[in-house]
């Protein structure tokens, strides 16, 4: 179907034979000249407006959520990990059980994990390779 094809219709009288257009085209016919120009004066009001309504979102959701926001936070800092569970239990203001010191380490690593070895640990020499300073066992140029 083009963009001008055209439907007629009959209304509901019956009187009269109305065409009326399908497709997109018409439609943008439609829309005025002046409604494609951009203007950047415009667009920063626009961009300004969305940013201050961004803004005090975010201002509402932690001045309304503080306790709640407060206790995350402290049990970030003992756990380092939390899951779903322990942040709902956290917002319905209920106490996380205390953390059992384990073997495997903190919690989500694994013994023999990316973050483990078995190797013994290594001295600062070992680690990186010795670079000589600019100075040491090249000969003067001159």
Known sequence: ????????????????????????????????????????????????????????????????????LHAIATALLTREVLDGEEIAVLVEGRELPELKPSDDGPRGKTPGGPDSSDEPERTAEEQSPHVPALDEGQPAEG
């Open 1 to 68: 179907m083009s963009a001008t094809a055209t439907r007629t219709s009959v209304s509901r009288s019956g009187d009269a034979m109305i065409e009326t257009p399908t497709g997109l085209k018409p439609v943008l016919d439609v829309i005025p000249e002046h409604c494609y120009q951009r203007s950047t004066t415009r667009g920063m009001l626009l961009f300004g407006r969305d940013v201050v309504i961004f803004g005090l979102a975010v201002w509402g959701l932690l001045s309304t959520n503080n306790e709640a």
